[in-house]
C-alpha cells in the first residue's frame, strides 16, 4: 500500500478524536469510518493499525517527540518507532518540515526513560503494579499487556467437536492449533473476518479469550442444574455454561443493561441453546431475584471491574481509568458478590472472577466477602480444572496474565456454600 498524504491526514483526524479518551477506541473509530465512506478497508486497516501503534505507546512516544508531541507528531512517531516504517516509505505522504523534524528526532539522544514510561502506563498504575510484583515484574507484566491479542475462539460443543473445527480450518488453509488450556479452545495465526464464515453463522464457534473460557469450566455447571450468570453482558459466558450443561437445566442470565442482554438473543438462537433464559434487572438487590434466594446450584459473577486485563484488546482503557474510578468499582462489587450469594443454595458453587489485574478489585473484594459470610468457604482454582484435565498453574485463586499463561489477565475465586 502506497501511503498518501489523504491516509496521514485521515489517520491524524481519527488519532486526534482517539486521545480525547472520552469514549473507547474501538467506538471513535467505528464512528469515524462510517462517517467517512471514501476508505477502503485497506484505508481503514491502516488507520485503525497506527492509532493503536500510538495508544499503546504513549508514554514512550511522546517522550520521544519532545516539548510539543500534537496528534501528527505521534502519529510519524509511531509509523516510524512502533510500526518500522522507513523515511523512504513516508517521503511522498509527508511535508518537508515534517521530514525534516523526523530526521532531527531520530539523531537526537535517546531519553532516559522512567519505569512508567518505558512500561507505558499512567504513573498510578505503573505504581500500583510494582508495588505487587515489584519494579521488574510490573515491567514484564506491561511488555505482555501491550501487545496485540491474538484471536481464540470457542467451539460450541452443542453443535462441533474441537478436532473437526481444526480440520475444517486447515482444509480452508486457515492457520489454527488447540488452545493451551481450554477443552473447548482455538488458537488463530491471524485474524481472518469470521462474521460471515459458515462455522460463525452455524453457531459451531464464537470468538472469546482462552482465558475467559476457563471460567465456565470453574463453575463447571452440571447438565439439570440451576444456574446463573449474575453479570451476563452480551453473554459470551452464558452460552459456554449452556454449552457445558448441554442445553439441559435452567440457566438465567442476568444483567442491568437491556441492550446488552439483546445483543444475547440472536447469540443463543444461532448457538441452539434451549435453556437460557434472560432477564434484565435494575440492580443487584432487584426485587425479582428474591424467588430465586437459595435455589440455585452455582453463580457466576463476572464483576463490572476495571478492565486492566484487557488492555492487549483495549489498550485505551489504560489513559480512561483513574483511581477514583477503581474505588468506585470495588464497592461496587462487594454488593454485587454479596447479591448473587444469596441464591444459592447449601453447597452451592460461587465463582467471583474480573478482567482486572488490581489486588483491590480481586483478592480484597473475596477476602471482605469471605469475612462476612462464614457460612463459605473456599476451594482450590488449580484443583477445581485439575479434576477436569485441564493442568495449568493458577492458583489457588486463579491468576492469569498474558505475560505467563498467554491469555487476558483475569482472576477467579470458586467457592462453596456449607451444607447445614
Partial sequence: MQLTRQHLDAATEAL?????????????????????KSLGHRDRGFIAEAVYAVVRNLRRLQRWCGDRATARRLLLAGLVRVQGLSARQLEKAISLS????LNERQAAEAPVLTAAEQSDLPDWLAERLSEVHGEAGMLALAQALNRPAPLDLRVNPIKAKREDVLAQLKAENVAAEPGHYSPLAIRLAEKPA???????????IEVQDEGSQLLGYLLAPKRGEMV?????????????????MRSTGRLYAF????????????????SGLSNVH????????????????????RVLVDAPCSGLGTLRRNPDLKWRQTPKAVAEMTAKQGSILAAAARLLKPGGRLVYATCSVLPEENDAIVEAFLAAHPDF???????????????????????LDPARHGTDGFFAAVMERKRG
Avoid: Y
Fill in 16 to 36: 486526534a478524536s482517539v486521545l480525547r479518551f472520552d469514549h473507547p477506541a474501538d467506538a471513535v473509530l467505528s464512528g469515524f469510518f462510517r462517517e467517512d
Fill in 98 to 101: 515534517e521530514m525534516a523534524w
Fill in 228 to 244: 446463573a450468570d449474575f453479570c451476563a453482558g452480551a453473554g459470551g459466558k452464558t452460552l459456554l455454561l449452556g454449552g457445558l
Fill in 194 to 204: 469470521l462474521s460471515r464464515h459458515p462455522l460463525f453463522l452455524e453457531g459451531a
Fill in 278 to 297: 434472560t432477564s434484565a434487572i435494575a440492580h443487584e438487590n432487584d426485587a425479582r431475584l428474591k424467588r430465586l434466594a437459595g435455589k440455585l446450584d
Fill in 377 to 399: 468457604t473456599t476451594l482450590s482454582a488449580q484443583e477445581v480444572l485439575a479434576g477436569q484435565g485441564i493442568a495449568i498453574d493458577c492458583g489457588e485463586r486463579l491468576h
Fill in 255 to 270: 444483567d442491568t443493561a437491556e441492550k446488552r442482554l439483546a445483543r444475547l438473543k440472536p447469540r443463543v438462537a444461532r
